[in-house]
């Protein structure tokens, strides 16, 4: 007789790329993963009783799926004619895809995580698995199902068996007591500064993309006096990291934030000074407002808005656990 077809169901979690993807399916006593990058495919088969943690782990991960990318590419390419635009659409774009970037950004920082998967002789990472509500998806539908072949375990397994150990050999008068690894307490994600360093950052945005037009030197000395005032916020944050005060993420932020002020000082310069030189020299006389030079601050600015957002987003992701999800062990 031959035997009955396998019949599967398809898992939570879906990685469609350009070159690459993966899904998970469920059989009657396994899971069993799909891997495709080009035209090969690759099974690997996990028995449910041999299954021994499945680990969720949170972390930032950067996929871009294709449908995102289609879309991502047709609205930059709407961007070469920004040069023949209104300034007030111009304004729109860049606000549009900075939002859109931002939100990509906030989901793969806050939302992105690595489910694992144990065995005795194996450990594999399930890559289709990256979000954590597909993540909480996914364990609800395999936790019953492995309790159900392997049977529970009570929670308090790990103390009981800790405190049923009996007593440590070698303990004469001279042995040495075993040392306990102390564990490493990690910097914090923010501090009262980067949170106003992040709030500098996305007023000083806003202000600059609403009078960036504008020939008013009062407006100039506003932007230019938020400008400094970001800088000195960032070289707080710098100082706070130094002192171990504040985590990794922020003191990034702050880098780039003073690297993209300095280049943009110095493009701005040499293109007025070049467009104007150019007036000069053909006896039109100097401009008050050169687009290029216009141009140049939009960009900065709308890119320090989303400095500002990824600073929001560094913050909101303090209230997120940094301890992994095991649901069997």
Not at 44 to 54: E, P, T
Not at 280 to 305: D, F
């Amino acid at each position: 007789m031959a035997p009955a077809e396998e019949k599967y169901r398809r898992l939570p979690g879906r990685r469609r790329g350009v070159i690459s993807g993966a899904s998970l399916w469920m059989g009657q006593d396994h899971i069993l993963m799909v891997k495709t990058a080009w035209f090969r495919e690759e099974y690997k088969r996990f028995y449910l009783r041999d299954i021994q943690a499945i680990v969720v782990a949170p972390g930032a991960r950067f996929y871009i799926s294709i449908p995102v990318l289609v879309l991502a590419l047709a609205w930059l390419f709407s961007g070469f004619f920004m040069a023949f635009w209104p300034t007030s659409v111009a304004i729109g774009w860049i606000a549009g895809t900075t939002a859109m970037l931002a939100a990509w950004l906030g989901v793969s920082i806050a939302a992105g995580c690595r489910c694992r998967l144990y065995t005795a002789v194996s450990k594999d990472e399930l890559p289709s698995v990256f979000r954590t509500w597909t993540a909480r998806r996914f364990l609800r539908q395999v936790q019953p199902l492995i309790e159900q072949v392997q049977g529970t375990v009570d929670a308090g397994w790990a103390e009981a068996e800790r405190t049923s150990a009996g007593p440590l050999l070698h303990q004469g008068p001279g042995a040495m007591a075993p040392m306990e690894r102390q564990p490493r307490s990690a910097a914090p994600s923010r501090t009262l500064a980067s949170d106003l360093f992040a709030l500098t950052l996305v007023v000083t945005s806003a202000v600059g993309l609403a009078t960036v037009g504008s020939a008013d030197i009062f407006w100039n000395r506003v932007n230019t006096a938020l400008t400094i005032v970001q800088l000195a916020g960032a070289v707080v944050v710098l100082v706070q990291y130094s002192r171990g005060n504040i985590g990794k993420a922020m003191q990034r932020v702050a880098v780039v934030s003073m690297l993209l002020t300095g280049v943009t000082f110095y493009v701005q310069t040499f293109t007025f000074a070049i467009i104007n030189g150019a007036r000069i020299g053909s006896g039109l006389g100097p401009m008050a407002q050169v687009r290029p030079y216009v141009m140049v601050h939009q960009v900065t600015y709308g890119l320090n808005m989303l400095l500002g957002l990824i600073s929001a987003v560094i913050t909101l992701r303090g209230a997120y656990s940094d301890e992994p999800d095991i649901i069997k062990d």
